[in-house]
């Protein structure tokens, strides 16, 4: 089964922010971003002008709320949100006025300590925030986190880490809990079997094979540079590789290929979910507000001459 990674739906927004002093601070940034869900948070200029699409997954024109945010950058938690400002029951379609948001409302605060539990994936680690929630309204943003206690909006947050092996990487996203402890746990591992890694001789319909996760919800293997891409559910530990050259993209003789394979555990796809209509994809570890860890391995081998 081919699968595109995600498919959303945007229209074009004109607006400004009004309340701060213009120019913005050089490290100070506004963000504006919808109710609907995936929204993403596209930043305003130096003068809080916004003339971009609004992107969102979900209904046709929904009414949602406009929500602007300012941040800072923070030594300890690594951004402050400063302020949030409010536009309320706007439909977004093809054609709508131009607007205003004033940033006139407090942000209330929570914080929170970062445990991470890397495993083996302990090259190249990455721990950042993900996202923020503010009136309502999902900002996506990665930006490092430089120490374990973070202060992030009491409405929610979620952070993420991730790290590499060889041959292999890990990417886990948690809310933030407020008052306590988060942890960021990459603690299972994937790797592929057959076809091994270098391997030569390989038959043009392969067999792809891999370790099995405990509480993978799906499984996507992916051949080559994206030109094909299966989903299969969490039972499963193997792909038959069919003649697929009649369409353009099957595995020629003697031919050099790349595959990896990605366990989604908690919130990731299941099989059932590549028709929901929503097309999240792999955005779910931008977007996710719950518990959600992938693990990924990829190998190489050459086929029969």
């Known amino acids: 089964m081919y699968v595109e990674l995600f498919a959303n739906r945007a229209v074009p927004l004109r607006l400004a922010v009004t309340g701060p002093d213009y120019p913005l601070k ?6 504006v971003a919808s109710t609907e869900k995936g929204s993403r ?19 046709i024109e929904p009414t949602v709320n ?10 300890t938690s690594g951004v402050r949100v400063l302020s949030a400002g409010v536009r309320e ?28 539990q890397p495993g083996r994936y302990t090259d190249f680690q990455h721990l950042g925030w993900q996202n923020f929630t503010v009136e309502g309204a999902q900002f996506d943003w990665w930006v490092p986190i430089p120490g374990p206690t973070v202060e992030f909006p009491s409405e929610g947050a979620t952070f993420s880490a991730s790290g590499f092996s060889t041959n292999g990487s890990a990417a886990v996203c948690a809310p933030a809990v407020a008052g306590g402890t ?28 891999w370790t099995q996760v405990p509480g993978a919800s799906a499984y996507w293997v992916t051949m080559g540079l994206g030109q094909m891409m299966f989903v299969l559910p969490g039972f499963a530990s193997s792909l038959s590789i069919q003649d697929l050259s009649a369409l353009g993209v099957g595995l020629e003789a003697n031919g050099s290929y790349w595959w ?15 028709t929901d209509g929503i097309g999240l994809g792999t955005y779910r570890l931008v977007v996710t507000t719950e518990p959600l860890v992938m693990y990924r391995a990829w190998s190489t081998f050459k086929t029969a001459p």
Do not use: C, Q
Not at 41 to 59: A, M, Q, V
Not at 185 to 207: I, K, N, W
């Open 26 to 31: 050089p490290d100070d940034r506004l963000f």
């Open 89 to 116: 029951n706007v439909r977004l379609s093809s054609e709508m006025p131009d607007y205003t948001i004033n940033l006139d409302r407090e942000v209330p605060t929570s914080t929170t300590t970062i445990d991470v």
């Open 260 to 274: 990896k394979v990605e366990a989604w555990v908690g919130n990731g796809f299941s099989a059932d979910d590549v």
């Open 66 to 75: 406009l929500v602007a945010a300012r941040t800072t950058p923070d030594s």
């Open 182 to 209: 988060t942890r960021l746990a990459m603690l299972e591992s994937l790797d592929t079997v057959l076809p091994a890694e270098g391997a030569t001789g390989v038959s043009r319909t392969p067999v792809l094979t």
């Open 41 to 59: 948070g596209r930043e305003t200029n130096r003068f809080g002008k916004y003339e971009l699409d609004i992107e969102w997954f979900g209904p």
